[in-house]
């Protein structure tokens, strides 16, 4: 099974065995034959044009034409592409379509801001350890939208919501300096913190016990605390951080140019202009909630979108 996750700032491919059906889900892995991800910036100038720009649908195409011949390669049988908060209300959606079906030749699926929410819950909490104690607060920190999904072990979802404060927004909504000066942040901060409250409230995220973090700007954030001189998965999945060294190092982000940030290790070059809202995103999420750590997962929509793949008993 090949699954496809198409976000405002990157493009991704989980290449799977799925397993047969059985009876306890949480114990039972996906078999990993290829991760891939670039960053493409679909998302790029959407908040301010309300269009997808023709560069950024081109890089996409570009990715996505990589992908299917490595889909035809391994000979995948299903093929499932969920597009999410750069696609939803873009006046040109039509045209990003047109280019997936010829591409891929599947149609993108570009699910509501609750199935999104819904699949990332999934694909995080599935082989969780067990003494991290549920209900978990699941937040998917995107390039367009974070999404916030309240749950259990099982992988039920009693509430979720997703809200537009993501990586790339944000940075081209606030942080134009480089550095970003100090007004900048707090204005940033300022719209993070309402969208956060609102979101703690729907879900509710203040009576959770675990915090899981998934995407791109958690993992590198928890990179970067740890120390790594690379980035890797391993190290990364599951590793907890407390809120004092996600601050610390939000701070640091926040004080650098994008020169600096290009030379930390673990950063991915298309990463370097946006994790600092990304992190900032993430810091907020902590102080309104009150929760003093956060784990990370390198498990998230991607895993899920395989998931909702699998042959049911």
């Not at 990463?271 to 390198?298: K, Q, T």
């Amino acid at each position: 099974m090949a699954a496809i996750d198409c976000g405002t700032n990157s493009i991704r491919l989980l290449i799977a065995d799925l397993p047969e059906p059985a009876g306890e889900p949480v114990a039972v892995p996906l078999v990993d034959l290829s991760r891939r991800m670039e960053i493409v910036r679909l998302g790029q100038g959407v908040d301010a044009t309300g269009r997808l720009a023709p560069e950024a649908i081109e890089r996409t195409r570009v990715a996505l034409a990589d992908y299917a011949a490595e889909i035809e390669k391994l000979g995948v049988e299903r093929v499932r592409m969920v597009a999410t908060s750069a696609t939803r209300d873009a006046a040109n959606a039509a045209d990003f379509r047109a280019m997936v079906e010829q591409t891929l030749g599947v149609a993108p699926e570009v699910v509501s801001g609750d199935e999104e929410a819904r699949l990332s819950f999934i694909g995080a909490v599935r082989g969780l350890p067990t003494e991290m104690r549920s209900p978990y607060l699941v937040v998917d920190i995107g390039g367009g939208s974070t999404e916030f999904v309240v749950g259990g072990r099982a992988g039920q979802v009693d509430a979720a919501i997703s809200v537009d404060i993501g990586c790339v927004r944000m940075t081209e909504r606030h942080l134009h300096g480089d550095p970003p000066g100090l007004a900048e942040i707090a204005a940033a901060q300022a719209d993070i913190a309402v969208a956060v409250d609102r979101a703690l409230v729907a879900v509710p995220g203040r009576a959770a016990a675990t915090l899981v973090g998934l995407a791109g700007s958690v993992t590198t954030v928890v990179a970067i605390a740890q120390g790594l001189t690379g980035y890797d998965p391993s190290r990364i999945h599951h590793a907890r951080v407390s809120y004092e060294r996600v601050a610390e190092v939000t701070a640091e982000l926040l004080a650098m140019t994008r020169e600096q940030r290009l030379a930390i290790p673990v950063m991915h070059p298309g990463r370097a202009d946006v994790i600092g809202a990304g992190a900032l995103v993430l810091r907020v999420i902590m102080e309104r909630a009150g929760l003093a750590s956060v784990v990370a997962s390198e498990h998230d929509i991607l895993d899920g979108i395989a998931w909702s793949l699998a042959p049911t008993a």
